[in-house]
C-alpha cells in the first residue's frame, strides 16, 4: 500500500504512518503534477492547501481512501470521491481547542488594543493614552453556531465572566444551558452582545449573513470575531460599519480567497488580520495529523473508519433499496430547517409503506444531515449526523406504520419549532424525488435543485398575479409554479421555482401584497 502525503503534517503523525506503510511526501504539487503521480496511490492526504478535485479523483484508480487532516472539506470533491467508491475522512475534533482559544486570543486582543499598541511602541511611539480598552468581565458575548467550537468558546468565556447568549436554531435549551448560553433569535443577539463570535459553516444561507442591516442592530461599540469562514460577514459593510463608529473593532482569521495579503480589510487599523490560524497550534497538528493517520491505517486494512464523512453505515443490500430515499429524506431536511423560524424543539420522523419495514438509520441520518448543513460548523453527513444531533440535544422521534393511501412509501418530518409547526412530506415517483405535502397542502415539486419561493396566502384573485408582476419587474424568471388550496377562497400555498434568488427587497414587496401572511426563500 502507498499513500502520498501532499501538504505538512506533524512529525508524531508520519512516524506512524511510515511504519505501517509505504510513504512518499510531495509538497506543493501543482494540479497537473498531482493528477499525474496520483493514480500510483491507495490513500492521499492533505490538509487545506491542496485541491482534491473531481480530476485528480478520477486520476486516482488505485485510491481507497483521502484524508483531510482538519475539520474543513471545502478543498476535497466529496461528490465525485462518493461516485468513484472513494472514502474520505477528517478531523473533526483535533484542533476544536486550538480554535477556540484562537477566538479568545483574538476577543482579548480586540478588547486591549494588543496589536496596534505593539506596532506603535515598536516605531517608537508611546501612546498609552490611544489604547485604552475594555474588560471583557460583565460583557455579553453572542455566540452563533454551538457545535464543537462555538461550545469551547462558551466554556472558555464563562472563566472571564462573560454573560453568554447564542443563537443556534438547531441546539436544544438544555444543551446550551448546560454550557451557561441562553439562546435567543439572530436579531436579538445582534441587538444585546459587545462581542460576537462566528462558528458556522459557509452555505448559500450564511454567505454574507452579517451584513448592513445586522450591523444597524448592533450595540454601538461592538466588537466582531471570525474565525470559521470567509465569507460570512460582508466586508464593505464591516469596514462602513467601523468608520462610521458602530463598531469598535473586528478579528478576521479567515478569507474568502486564501492565501490572501490585499484587502480592503488589511487596510483599516481597527480590524485584526491573521493568516487562518485557528488550527495552527503543535497540539492540533499533532491531533488531526494522529488522527487521520490512524483511520488511514485503519482502512488500509480493513476496518471502518471513525471519521467518514460519506460511507453509511449499512449493508450494501439495504442501501440499494434506500438509496433512491435517501435523496428525498436529505431534501425534505433541507426544506424543513429553512422553513422553520425560532428556536428547534422537537423532530418527528415517519417512515409510511413499504420503506417501513427496512432499518431506516440511514434514512434518518439523511434528514438530520440536510437539516443541520447549514448551521453546523462540521461538516455533517450519514455517519455522523446523529452524532451531531446529540451532541445538541436534539429531541427525536422516530414512527413506522406499514399503510399510506396513494404512495408506495412516505417519509414525513414534523418540525416543532418555538416559531411553529413544519411538516414536510416526500417519497420517490418514477425515479425521482417528489415533495409531496407541505403542512397541510398537498402538491407535487420535483426538487431538481435552484431556488423556491413559498408564499401562504388568501386564494382570491389577484395574488398571483401581483406576485408575478414584482418578480417581472425585478427580472427575476419563474420556470415552474403551483398552487395548493383547502377550499375555494380559502387558504393556499404556493410555490414558485425561480432561476435565480431574490433579494431581500424583493421578499419584502411580496410579503406586502394583499392577502399574502407568509414568504419564504427555500434553495434545494
Same mark, same amino acid.
Given at each position: 500500500m502507498k499513500v502520498l502525503v501532499a501538504?505538512?503534517?506533524?512529525?508524531?503523525?508520519?512516524?506512524?504512518?511510515?511504519?505501517?506503510?509505504?510513504?512518499?511526501?510531495?509538497?506543493?504539487?501543482?494540479?497537473?503534477?498531482?493528477?499525474?503521480?496520483?493514480?500510483?496511490?491507495d490513500a492521499l492526504i492533505v490538509r487545506?492547501?491542496?485541491?482534491?478535485?473531481?480530476?485528480?479523483?478520477?486520476?486516482?484508480?488505485?485510491?481507497?481512501?483521502?484524508?483531510?487532516?482538519?475539520?474543513?472539506?471545502?478543498?476535497?470533491?466529496?461528490?465525485?470521491?462518493?461516485?468513484?467508491?472513494?472514502?474520505?475522512?477528517?478531523?473533526?475534533?483535533? /484542533?476544536?481547542?486550538?480554535?477556540?482559544?484562537?477566538?479568545?486570543?483574538?476577543?482579548?486582543?480586540?478588547?486591549? /488594543?494588543?496589536?496596534?499598541?505593539?506596532?506603535?511602541?515598536?516605531?517608537?511611539?508611546?501612546?498609552?493614552?490611544?489604547?485604552?480598552?475594555?474588560?471583557?468581565?460583565?460583557?455579553?458575548?453572542?455566540?452563533?453556531?454551538?457545535?464543537?467550537?462555538?461550545?469551547?468558546?462558551?466554556?472558555?468565556?464563562?472563566?472571564?465572566?462573560?454573560?453568554?447568549?447564542?443563537?443556534?436554531?438547531?441546539?436544544?435549551?438544555?444543551?446550551?444551558?448546560?454550557?451557561?448560553?441562553?439562546?435567543?433569535?439572530?436579531?436579538?443577539?445582534?441587538?444585546?452582545?459587545?462581542?460576537?463570535?462566528?462558528?458556522?459553516?459557509?452555505?448559500?444561507?450564511?454567505?454574507?449573513?452579517?451584513?448592513?442591516?445586522?450591523?444597524?442592530?448592533?450595540?454601538?461599540?461592538?466588537?466582531?470575531?471570525?474565525?470559521?469562514?470567509?465569507?460570512?460577514?460582508?466586508?464593505?459593510?464591516?469596514?462602513?460599519?467601523?468608520?462610521?463608529?458602530?463598531?469598535?473593532?473586528?478579528?478576521?482569521?479567515?478569507?474568502?480567497?486564501?492565501?490572501?495579503?490585499?484587502?480592503?480589510?488589511?487596510?483599516?487599523?481597527?480590524?485584526?488580520?491573521?493568516?487562518?490560524?485557528?488550527?495552527?497550534?503543535?497540539?492540533?497538528?499533532? /491531533?488531526?495529523?494522529?488522527?487521520?493517520?490512524?483511520?488511514?491505517?485503519?482502512?488500509?486494512?480493513?476496518?471502518?473508519?471513525?471519521?467518514?464523512?460519506?460511507?453509511?453505515?449499512?449493508?450494501?443490500?439495504?442501501?440499494?433499496?434506500?438509496?433512491?430515499?435517501?435523496?428525498v429524506a436529505d431534501v425534505i431536511g433541507?426544506?424543513?430547517?429553512?422553513?422553520?423560524?425560532?428556536?428547534?424543539?422537537?423532530?418527528?420522523?415517519?417512515?409510511?409503506?413499504?420503506?417501513?419495514?427496512?432499518?431506516?438509520?440511514?434514512?434518518?441520518?439523511?434528514?438530520?444531515?440536510?437539516?443541520?448543513?447549514?448551521?453546523?460548523?462540521?461538516?455533517?453527513?450519514?455517519?455522523?449526523?446523529?452524532?451531531?444531533?446529540?451532541?445538541?440535544?436534539?429531541?427525536?422521534?422516530?414512527?413506522?406504520?406499514?399503510?399510506?393511501?396513494?404512495?408506495?412509501?412516505?417519509?414525513?418530518?414534523?418540525?416543532?419549532?418555538?416559531?411553529?409547526?413544519?411538516?414536510?412530506?416526500?417519497?420517490?415517483?418514477?425515479?425521482?424525488?417528489?415533495?409531496?405535502?407541505?403542512?397541510?397542502?398537498?402538491?407535487?415539486?420535483?426538487?431538481?435543485?435552484?431556488?423556491?419561493?413559498?408564499?401562504?396566502?388568501?386564494?382570491?384573485?389577484?395574488?398571483?398575479?401581483?406576485?408575478?408582476?414584482?418578480?417581472?419587474?425585478? /427580472?427575476?424568471?419563474?420556470?415552474?409554479?403551483?398552487?395548493?388550496?383547502?377550499?375555494?377562497?380559502?387558504?393556499?400555498?404556493?410555490?414558485?421555482?425561480?432561476?435565480?434568488?431574490?433579494?431581500?427587497?424583493?421578499?419584502?414587496?411580496?410579503?406586502?401584497?394583499?392577502?399574502?401572511?407568509?414568504?419564504?426563500?427555500?434553495?434545494?
Amino acid at each position: 500500500m502507498k499513500v502520498l502525503v501532499a501538504d505538512p503534517l506533524a512529525p508524531e503523525g508520519m512516524e506512524s504512518l511510515k511504519a505501517k506503510t509505504e510513504v512518499d511526501v510531495k509538497l506543493g504539487l501543482k494540479p497537473d503534477e498531482l493528477i499525474s503521480i496520483i493514480g500510483g496511490y491507495d490513500a492521499l492526504i492533505v490538509r487545506s492547501e491542496t485541491q482534491v478535485t473531481a480530476d485528480v479523483i478520477a486520476a486516482g484508480k488505485k485510491l481507497q481512501i483521502i484524508a483531510r487532516a482538519g475539520v474543513g472539506l471545502d478543498n476535497v470533491d466529496i461528490t465525485a470521491a462518493t461516485e468513484q467508491g472513494i472514502m474520505v475522512v477528517n478531523a473533526p475534533t483535533g /484542533n476544536t481547542v486550538a480554535a477556540a482559544e484562537h477566538t479568545l486570543a483574538l476577543m482579548m486582543a480586540l478588547a486591549r /488594543n494588543v496589536p496596534q499598541a505593539c506596532s506603535q511602541l515598536k516605531a517608537g511611539q508611546w501612546n498609552r493614552k490611544e489604547f485604552v480598552g475594555v474588560e471583557l468581565r460583565n460583557k455579553t458575548i453572542g455566540i452563533i453556531g454551538l457545535g464543537n467550537v462555538g461550545s469551547g468558546v462558551a466554556a472558555r468565556a464563562a472563566g472571564f465572566e462573560m454573560r453568554l447568549v447564542g443563537y443556534d436554531p438547531f441546539a436544544s435549551e438544555e444543551y446550551a444551558a448546560s454550557l451557561g448560553v441562553s439562546l435567543m433569535p439572530l436579531e436579538q443577539l445582534y441587538k444585546e452582545s459587545d462581542f460576537i463570535t462566528l462558528h458556522l459553516p459557509l452555505t448559500p444561507q450564511t454567505k454574507g449573513m452579517i451584513g448592513t442591516r445586522e450591523f444597524e442592530l448592533m450595540k454601538k461599540g461592538v466588537r466582531i470575531v471570525n474565525c470559521a469562514r470567509g465569507g460570512l460577514i460582508n466586508d464593505e459593510a464591516l469596514i462602513k460599519a467601523i468608520e462610521e463608529g458602530k463598531v469598535a473593532g473586528a478579528a478576521i482569521d479567515v478569507f474568502p480567497v486564501e492565501p490572501t495579503t490585499e484587502g480592503p480589510l488589511f487596510k483599516n487599523d481597527k480590524i485584526i488580520v491573521t493568516p487562518h490560524l485557528g488550527a495552527s497550534t503543535k497540539e492540533a497538528q499533532t /491531533n488531526v495529523c494522529i488522527d487521520v493517520v490512524e483511520q488511514i491505517i485503519d482502512v488500509l486494512n480493513g476496518k471502518p473508519a471513525r471519521y467518514a464523512v460519506n460511507v453509511p453505515q449499512i449493508s450494501p443490500e439495504i442501501l440499494d433499496i434506500l438509496r433512491p430515499y435517501m435523496g428525498v429524506a436529505d431534501v425534505i431536511g433541507k426544506l424543513a430547517g429553512q422553513m422553520m423560524s425560532g428556536q428547534l424543539k422537537s423532530l418527528k420522523i415517519r417512515y409510511s409503506g413499504e420503506i417501513a419495514q427496512y432499518d431506516t438509520k440511514a434514512l434518518k441520518a439523511a434528514i438530520l444531515s440536510g437539516l443541520l448543513d447549514t448551521v453546523s460548523e462540521e461538516h455533517v453527513n450519514l455517519v455522523n449526523a446523529s452524532v451531531i444531533a446529540q451532541q445538541r440535544g436534539l429531541k427525536i422521534s422516530e414512527q413506522k406504520e406499514t399503510e399510506v393511501s396513494n404512495y408506495a412509501s412516505l417519509i414525513s418530518l414534523e418540525v416543532k419549532a418555538s416559531g411553529g409547526a413544519i411538516d414536510v412530506a416526500g417519497t420517490v415517483l418514477r425515479d425521482e424525488m417528489h415533495i409531496v405535502r407541505i403542512n397541510k397542502f398537498w402538491l407535487d415539486i420535483a426538487p431538481t435543485g435552484g431556488y423556491f419561493m413559498l408564499t401562504y396566502h388568501t386564494d382570491k384573485p389577484g395574488v398571483i398575479g401581483a406576485v408575478g408582476t414584482i418578480t417581472g419587474k425585478s /427580472n427575476i424568471n419563474i420556470s415552474a409554479m403551483q398552487v395548493a388550496r383547502i377550499t375555494p377562497r380559502g387558504e393556499a400555498l404556493m410555490i414558485l421555482t425561480l432561476d435565480e434568488p431574490a433579494a431581500d427587497d424583493i421578499i419584502d414587496q411580496i410579503r406586502h401584497v394583499p392577502g399574502i401572511t407568509e414568504v419564504k426563500l427555500v434553495k434545494l
